[in-house]
């Protein structure tokens, strides 16, 4: 009709039910079928998620804690959650030694730290010097590519990629995010890393001087490594605990919880032992090593999972290397080094009654889950904000009035008649115009770590093969009983039909045991 959407499209329409609305009314023009003509609890179809709960633990694969008998972690944003002061802190000093020892411009200088441009999981063309998000298929999504700060345009990205979105398998990162002209920035460290190529990208092309961005990307790859080797970054969180370290009370909570419950806990990390011990002394206290089993330092992940000659050295009381042969690995012990190889024959903990937590999806979790056989959790603190953008209104409107869209565009596209036509070219237009809204509502340049358009990001993917289970902090595992089952959500395959309740999530389900472990916090 001309005076709105007819009865049978608008029933259509809040169901999501796209072909049989095209069938009503395929020749409506788009402004008619504007989202905003309904309000947004008639638009929503019913049942539709607003109430996704941080605090939940996703899975991926179907994991048994009954089963569960040892605990591993890693520390560094696993059992140390740390504010965003310390990517700014990365940043100024990983600048400064860019300038004064790498000679760079003074002009770099005037950058100051953009929390907001960049996110985990992008990557970022060595010869190219373009900072980019690809999805799970190798294809880069439209409107993410980055050279310096600008956007690059989708013409000229097509143009470079010799006329195409997709990134050839043997051109992308490796296995562990490291290959030789694309790598992948995995880790939440790496933030201010991809933060300082996009400013010193943009310095040199906005002052039109020439310059290599292999030699770019190699330099601030030592820039950053620099903090982290000299010892900065562990200076700046000892000297102030309170303000760098998040959620240490609930780390201490769930230690005590799986330790009263009879269950074996170790700690793999690449970190120094006084550093470990300074901020598990401030989080659990100064006899956090009761907690443990088994400690090891400077474990150099994630060699340490795939070399087997390295061997374990013992730390004495001052953190002095001992020169003993390592027979066992004893409780209350520090050990520095060695392999997995021989800690699975010194410990015999082996297969699915251990669960390892970490957040570097290569360096933590990568092997263990294909080469041994470990449960695997992944610590993505990212989430706590993408389920609140995911629970909006305006999420919920565009997301449903694009698929809308998409059904509707389907069945229109068989229609050849010029109206047809035309209108089928003002719904494309409409559908871009509601993806890019969507992406924005995570962040402006690359929205969500999660998804591209449609589909799963290259990140995403790697965090499903990945990880058994995935969660916001350690903390999440105080909703829940030890004994507790985490079954996967089945979702249909594209040749399948929905006949089960695939859309009720579980992250909008009351997280059980959340009252009765409420007295643990």
Request: hydrophobic share 40%; with cysteine.
């Amino acid at each position: 009709t001309t005076e709105g959407p007819c009865p049978t499209f608008r029933s259509c329409v809040t169901q999501s039910c796209a072909p049989a609305a095209a069938s009503a009314g395929v020749r409506l023009c788009s402004k008619i079928l504007s989202p905003f003509v309904f309000p947004a609890p008639d638009l929503i179809p019913p049942g539709a998620c607003n109430l996704l709960n941080s605090s939940t633990i996703y899975a991926n694969n179907e994991v048994n804690l009954a089963e569960v008998d040892i605990y591993g972690f890693d520390y560094d944003y696993t059992l140390a959650q740390y504010s965003n002061a310390l990517n700014t802190m990365i940043y100024n000093k990983a600048r400064e030694f860019l300038i004064e020892h790498f000679k760079y411009p003074e002009g770099i200088r005037k950058y100051d730290y953009l929390s907001n441009f960049a996110v985990r999981g992008l990557h970022y063309d060595i010869q190219k010097g373009l900072l980019m998000k690809i999805d799970a298929f190798h294809y880069i999504e439209p409107g993410t590519v980055y050279r310096g700060l600008s956007p690059v345009p989708d013409e000229e990205v097509l143009q470079l990629f010799g006329g195409t979105f997709h990134v050839p398998l043997q051109q992308d990162s490796g296995f562990y995010g490291k290959g030789p002209k694309v790598k992948q920035f995995m880790d939440i460290f790496s933030i201010p890393e991809m933060t300082l190529l996009a400013v010193a990208n943009d310095f040199f092309i906005t002052n039109d001087i020439e310059y290599d961005p292999v030699h770019l990307f190699k330099d601030i790859s030592e820039a950053v490594g620099m903090v982290h080797l000299k010892g900065y970054m562990y200076k700046w969180i000892m000297e102030d605990l309170d303000k760098f370290i998040l959620r240490g009370d609930e780390t201490d909570a769930v230690l005590h919880r799986l330790a009263s419950s009879g269950k074996k806990l170790f700690l793999i990390t690449n970190s120094p032992f006084s550093f470990v011990d300074r901020g598990m002394t401030h989080m659990v206290g100064k006899n956090w090593r009761d907690f443990f089993d088994v400690v090891i330092v400077q474990a150099d992940k994630p060699h340490f999972f795939t070399d087997c000659i390295k061997p374990f050295r013992r730390l004495d009381g001052n953190g002095d290397l001992r020169w003993e042969k390592i027979k066992s690995l004893d409780k209350g012990q520090i050990y520095k080094q060695g392999n997995l190889f021989d800690f699975l024959r010194l410990t015999g903990w082996r297969g699915s009654k251990v669960l390892y937590f970490g957040d570097h999806l290569y360096s933590d979790l990568a092997d263990l889950m294909l080469r041994h056989g470990w449960r695997t959790a992944a610590i993505v603190p990212e989430l706590e904000q993408e389920t609140k953008v995911v629970s909006t209104d305006r999420y919920g409107m565009n997301l449903t009035w694009m698929q809308a869209l998409t059904g509707l565009m389907e069945r229109l596209q068989t229609h050849r008649d010029p109206v047809s036509k035309q209108v089928f070219l003002e719904w494309q237009k409409e559908r871009e115009e509601l993806r890019v809204m969507t992406k924005n509502l995570f962040n402006p340049q690359f929205g969500s770590i999660f998804r591209t358009c449609h589909n799963p990001t290259y990140f995403s993917r790697r965090l499903c093969r990945f990880s058994d289970v995935y969660m916001t902090s350690l903390s999440c595992l105080l909703n829940y009983d030890l004994s507790y089952t985490f079954y996967p959500r089945r979702t249909p395959l594209q040749h399948e039909a929905p006949l089960w309740m695939d859309q009720l999530c579980t992250g909008c389900m009351k997280t059980p045991f959340l009252e009765e472990m409420s007295h643990i916090r």
